[in-house]
Each structure stands twice: as structure tokens, then as C-alpha cells.
């Protein structure tokens, strides 16, 4: 088993080991769960605006299919990794698992940085991924989404290049669309209305009003500017917002309403303000709860004692490092983790492919109701686990979402 450090695969890894032992399963079960079944590794030629070819490269790396097809997002950025991938997959299952959706992890990814790209860049390199996994993708094999960087119009593009390799098979194939292509109802805000109701929950849990909260968002992309949006709305005061450029912090709340008005389609807005503090400077700002919202590792041992929030609500996947964790732990913070946090994304894509797969249309409130009656029952459960065994709500978590696929594979004889 490797032992927890900053590598997000080796501390995920841990945790599912420690999970499958706390759980009675065997090292075999272990073994089959510490990596995925399958990995791609892609190079895409891509001609540029300027007329030379670029060569970058992508994977997908589908973690478990014993229980169903896999479903996880693609994500363009430069410090996309194989690790990352593998990690992000796993994580992936654990949230299927969670709120009982017929669904292994997945996780797709490519070498880029499409702030410096052109529209016509990025869609070359979206259609041209698509073509580099289309074997082992579809509606009954692997469902890729939003992550990233990505976005509706990505979608639009790779449903576009699939449906014309695979005309027969491309219902369903790929989720977040736009609305008229297919998509969702409640998709775009899913993520961040999944955060809100998990800090609900957990402030109820600390017997708070959520309206007497202070809330730092760090990451001011699709998910963080509408976690800030949706709090904002609900009459919370939303006292930061950091992006990559730094962070803005005002004690008597900000005007997030001009915020969202100013922010770029990167989900940056600090390079318009001049009173911009670093992001180490941020993080341990006076708060009643934040909400790490950016990339991986962002609260480590080292500022983990100087944070101020009594509540953290990881809408970032895997923003905390086990040596943070430990350290909150004993200062009683609350850490709702990640993968029950954010995996509102997940569950209204798994709504969008039932709608496709069926041809149903649900309205946005229906969307909604089913998410929150979703996220509410699997919050309680990893709360309820978490003191039943004594262990941490991450470890909880893992314990319920992984329990399923080492069951189906026990069931499949896989063991």
C-alpha cells in the first residue's frame, strides 16, 4: 500500500485501501481497485492557426465497468498527468458509488492550455480526441462530460465528430450538452447547487444558520462563480473569491453580482482589482466556511493550521492532502470531501442520459428535486458512517462508494 504524500494517485489509493480493510474485503480486492482496468494513452496532430501542426497528448483511463458503463469528464489543461487521470477515475467510482449510480469512474484529459488557443484550436483538438477514443467510448461503454476547461460548446463539437464515426450509436454517448443537442436541464449549475446543499447540510450538522455564514470561495470558474451566485442568491455572504491571478477578501461581503459581470470566460476577475492578495494569503482568511473550488493540493500541512473556517465543502477534487486532513481533523474542523461534495455534475449527467436513453424531458425543478433528495440521503449516510465507525467523513465516504464495486465483483467471481 503506498503511503499518503502530495501524489493525489498514491493518496487515493490509501484511502480505498484503508477503506476495503476497514470493510473485512481481501489484498486481491485491493489489488483489482488500485488501478483501472483500462488506460488510453492518445497523440493528437492538430493543424494551428498558423498553419504548423502541433502534436498533444490525451488519455482515458475507464477505472471499473462491474457494475456498468463508466462516466467521468475531460479535462483540458496543461498540468493534466496519467497519475492525475487514474486518480481522478477512481474518484469517479467512488461518487457512482455513493449516490447509486450504474456507473464505474472515468476520467479523460489532455496536455493543453487552451487559454492561449483559438476556438478553431480547440475545436480541431476536441473533434480530434474523439476520433483517438472512439473504440472505447459510447452510451453502453464510457460516458465523458464537462470537466476543466470544457464546456458546453466542447461537447457540442465531440458529439458532432462521434455521432458521424458511430451515426446509430450516439444517443446518450456524451453529457453537458447545450439543451438543444440533448442536454440537461440543471446540468451547468449541477456541481455548484450539489456544494450548496452539501454546506447546508453541514452547517446544520454544526447547528448553524446558513444565513449567519461567511463564505470564501477559492476558484472562480464554472463551478466556484456559481457556487458564489447560488449562495449569493440565497442571501449568504460571500466574504472572497480567488482565482489564479490571487484573491479578493472583504470582511463585509462582496458585490458578487459585479463579479460575475466582470469574470472571463476562464473564470478569471482579479486581474481587474488593484487589492489582490496571494492565494496563500487568501486561504487563511477570517470565514465560517470555504470552499475550495481551483485544482488539487491547495490546503497542505503547512497552512492547514492558520485556516479559519470551521466548515470546508471540497467542490475541487482532492484540493485537501492527507497531512492537511489530519490536522483539521484534530481542530475539529468539518471536511466535507469531494467526492460527496461535487458529484452533483454526476448525477444530473446520469439524468441527462437517462432523458436521452428514454426520451424524457424533465423540467429544471424536477432536475433539481431529484438532486437535492440525492445529495441530502447520501450526506446523512456518510455522516451516520462516519460515527458509526469512528472514521473520518472522507474515509466514510470511500467505505460507502466502494463497497459496491468490490460486491459486483465478488458477484462476478471476479475474486
Request: aromatic share 8%; net charge negative.
Amino acid at each position: 500500500m503506498p503511503a499518503p504524500g502530495d501524489n493525489v494517485l498514491e493518496n487515493t489509493q490509501a484511502v480505498v485501501h484503508t477503506a476495503l480493510s476497514r470493510l473485512g474485503y481481501s489484498e486481491t480486492m485491493y489489488d483489482l481497485l488500485k488501478e483501472p482496468i483500462r488506460l488510453l494513452t492518445v497523440r493528437i496532430p492538430v493543424r494551428m492557426d498558423d498553419g504548423h501542426v502541433e502534436v498533444f497528448t490525451g488519455f482515458r483511463s475507464q477505472h471499473n465497468d462491474s457494475i456498468g458503463p463508466t462516466k467521468g469528464g475531460i479535462r483540458f489543461h496543461p498540468n493534466v498527468s496519467m497519475d492525475e487521470v487514474k486518480a481522478l477515475s477512481i474518484w469517479m467510482s467512488i461518487k457512482c458509488g455513493i449516490f447509486n449510480l450504474p456507473y464505474g469512474g472515468a476520467k479523460g484529459g489532455i496536455i493543453c492550455d487552451p487559454r492561449n488557443m483559438s476556438i478553431g484550436e480547440q475545436e480541431r483538438l476536441a473533434r480530434g480526441y474523439v476520433r483517438a477514443v472512439s473504440q472505447i467510448v459510447g452510451p453502453a461503454k464510457d460516458i465523458p462530460a464537462p470537466d476543466v476547461y470544457t464546456n458546453p460548446q466542447i461537447m457540442a463539437w465531440m458529439y458532432d465528430e462521434y455521432s458521424a464515426i458511430r451515426e446509430y450509436d450516439s444517443p446518450g454517448f456524451i453529457t453537458g450538452k447545450p439543451l438543444v443537442l440533448g442536454g440537461s436541464k440543471g446540468r451547468e449549475q449541477a456541481t455548484a447547487l450539489g456544494v450548496v446543499f452539501a454546506l447546508r447540510e453541514a452547517a446544520v450538522t454544526r447547528g448553524q444558520n446558513m444565513n449567519d455564514l461567511r463564505v470564501m470561495i477559492q476558484g472562480f470558474g464554472n463551478v466556484g462563480s456559481n457556487v458564489a451566485a447560488l449562495l449569493h442568491g440565497l442571501g449568504v455572504k460571500v466574504v472572497g473569491i480567488s482565482d489564479a491571478g490571487g484573491g479578493l477578501y472583504n470582511a463585509d461581503g462582496l458585490d458578487i453580482e459585479d463579479l460575475l459581470d466582470k469574470r472571463d470566460s476562464f473564470g478569471m476577475v482579479t486581474s481587474q482589482y488593484k487589492n489582490v492578495m496571494s492565494t496563500a494569503e487568501f486561504l487563511v482568511q477570517p470565514c465560517d466556511v470555504l470552499v475550495p473550488a481551483a485544482l488539487e493540493n491547495q490546503i497542505t500541512s503547512e497552512n492547514a493550521p492558520d485556516i479559519q473556517a470551521s466548515i470546508i465543502v471540497e467542490a475541487a477534487n482532492g484540493p485537501t492532502t492527507p497531512g492537511a486532513e489530519e490536522i483539521l481533523h484534530e481542530r475539529g474542523v468539518l471536511v466535507v470531501p469531494d467526492v460527496l461534495a461535487n458529484a452533483g455534475g454526476v448525477t444530473v449527467s446520469y439524468f441527462e442520459w437517462v432523458q436521452n436513453n428514454q426520451g424524457l424531458y424533465w423540467t429544471e425543478e424536477e432536475v433539481n428535486g431529484r438532486l437535492e433528495k440525492l445529495m441530502v440521503d447520501s450526506i446523512h449516510t456518510i455522516l451516520t458512517t462516519a460515527q458509526r465507525y469512528q472514521v473520518s467523513p472522507r474515509l466514510a465516504a470511500y467505505m460507502v462508494g466502494i463497497r459496491p464495486f468490490a460486491e459486483a465483483m465478488r458477484w462476478r467471481g471476479w475474486t
